[in-house]
């Protein structure tokens, strides 16, 4: 699955793997997996790998023929190199690429597809950061400018990945508490970009976040220069001080 996609700070998304056991209860990717991928939900947190789609009785394909179980869709691997225009990629929109149940074949594979299409900018997510200082030791962890490793975060004691070797990022969304700052802030290290946004969906005991939640995320960016996109959810919420900026412009 290649697409154009509504996520605001990309312009597509791939996704080469989908599923994931992290089991976060606002996830909007599994309310998707299970409304698109019919009724084959195994539930049993098995990996899975397809060479090519898999199919309906009627002919048509299912994206996710094994519900929100990982799955390698390695028949999707050639997908960028098709793109010719230059496109801000979001790489496993559907999954965390990035997860300690990912074999690091899979991601060593992706990387490499990645490589051969370097047109594009690729944007990596997840909620695992230390998986990326483990493939930066085994030397998997492609070092290029197109390549963009960020933090999924939702409250500040979560952990960051963040490098002055890479371009990183953190993507806190949902905001679940307030934010004096990030972490890293004492460190040599920052990130390149923060993305933030609000719980978006219907999912009883959904967080809507207060106005001062923010603060020190804006505080911060702005005495550190680092770009802040904000999501179409915090508009509304933070009237004049709204802003979505790239790190790229």
């Given at each position: 699955?290649?697409?154009?996609?509504?996520?605001?700070?990309?312009?597509?998304?791939?996704?080469?793997?989908?599923?994931?056991?992290?089991?976060?209860?606002?996830?909007?990717?599994?309310?998707?997996?299970?409304?698109?991928?019919?009724?084959?939900?195994?539930?049993?947190?098995?990996?899975?790998?397809?060479?090519?789609?898999?199919?309906?009785?009627?002919?048509?394909?299912?994206?996710?023929?094994?519900?929100?179980?990982?799955?390698?869709?390695?028949?999707?691997?050639?997908?960028?190199?098709?793109?010719?225009?230059?496109?801000?990629?979001?790489?496993?929109?559907?999954?965390?690429?990035?997860?300690?149940?990912?074999?690091?074949?899979?991601?060593?594979?992706?990387?490499?597809?990645?490589?051969?299409?370097?047109?594009?900018?690729?944007?990596?997510?997840?909620?695992?950061?230390?998986?990326?200082?483990?493939?930066?030791?085994?030397?998997?962890?492609?070092?290029?400018?197109?390549?963009?490793?960020?933090?999924?975060?939702?409250?500040?004691?979560?952990?960051?990945?963040?490098?002055?070797?890479?371009?990183?990022?953190?993507?806190?969304?949902?905001?679940?508490?307030?934010?004096?700052?990030?972490?890293?802030?004492?460190?040599?290290?920052?990130?390149?970009?923060?993305?933030?946004?609000?719980?978006?969906?219907?999912?009883?005991?959904?967080?809507?976040?207060?106005?001062?939640?923010?603060?020190?995320?804006?505080?911060?960016?702005?005495?550190?220069?680092?770009?802040?996109f904000m999501k179409e959810s915090l508009r509304?919420?933070?009237?004049?001080?709204?802003?979505?900026?790239?790190?790229?412009?």
């Amino acid at each position: 699955m290649g697409q154009k996609t509504k996520i605001d700070w990309c312009d597509s998304s791939w996704n080469p793997i989908t599923g994931c056991l992290h089991g976060c209860p606002y996830c909007y990717a599994r309310g998707m997996a299970r409304r698109f991928g019919g009724k084959i939900i195994t539930g049993h947190d098995h990996l899975y790998i397809l060479d090519e789609p898999a199919r309906r009785a009627d002919g048509t394909i299912n994206p996710y023929p094994y519900g929100f179980d990982p799955t390698y869709h390695k028949y999707r691997l050639t997908i960028p190199q098709e793109w010719k225009k230059p496109q801000t990629i979001f790489v496993c929109s559907m999954a965390d690429m990035f997860g300690d149940w990912v074999p690091e074949d899979w991601i060593d594979q992706i990387f490499t597809a990645c490589l051969a299409a370097p047109q594009h900018r690729y944007l990596f997510l997840t909620k695992n950061g230390k998986r990326y200082m483990e493939l930066a030791k085994n030397g998997v962890l492609v070092d290029r400018e197109n390549f963009w490793y960020g933090c999924s975060v939702t409250r500040p004691e979560e952990p960051f990945f963040f490098s002055d070797r890479y371009k990183t990022f953190a993507s806190i969304e949902p905001i679940l508490e307030p934010f004096d700052w990030v972490p890293g802030l004492n460190h040599i290290e920052l990130p390149d970009w923060i993305i933030t946004g609000a719980e978006t969906g219907n999912r009883k005991g959904k967080v809507k976040p207060e106005r001062d939640w923010l603060d020190g995320i804006i505080n911060g960016c702005a005495e550190h220069h680092i770009p802040l996109f904000m999501k179409e959810s915090l508009r509304e919420l933070t009237g004049s001080d709204f802003k979505q900026e790239f790190p790229w412009d």
